[in-house]
């Protein structure tokens, strides 16, 4: 995970900052917690899905989850 991690911060850093209307501290601020959170909680919030519907029932949401990110995506560009 930190690989595609790795990658995907500094441009969402770069795009926050762009869209924060002259704030960019606290676009900064709130991506750190919102990634932190994310990175944190997901892979835990996975495992116990997968201890409760079973592992291959339980990634099947990473794909779920890719297509709502995109939707959101799209949504915010409009």
């Known amino acids: 995970m930190g690989l ?4 995907q ?3 969402s ?8 209307a002259g704030r960019p501290d606290q676009a900064t ?7 932190g959170l994310a990175i944190g909680l997901a892979p835990l919030l996975l495992g116990f899905l997968a201890d ?3 592992t ?3 990634f099947l949401i990473v794909p779920v989850l ?3 990110a995109g939707a959101a995506l799209l949504a ?3």
Do not use: Y
């Not at 595609?4 to 990658?7: D, H, Q, S, T």
């Open 4 to 7: 595609g991690i790795a990658v």
């Open 9 to 11: 911060f500094p441009l």
């Open 13 to 20: 850093v770069a795009r926050a900052i762009t869209a924060s």
């Open 29 to 35: 601020a709130r991506l750190s917690i919102g990634a």
């Open 52 to 54: 409760q519907v079973g």
């Open 56 to 58: 291959r029932q339980a």
């Open 66 to 68: 890719l297509i709502l």
């Open 76 to 78: 915010g560009r409009r």
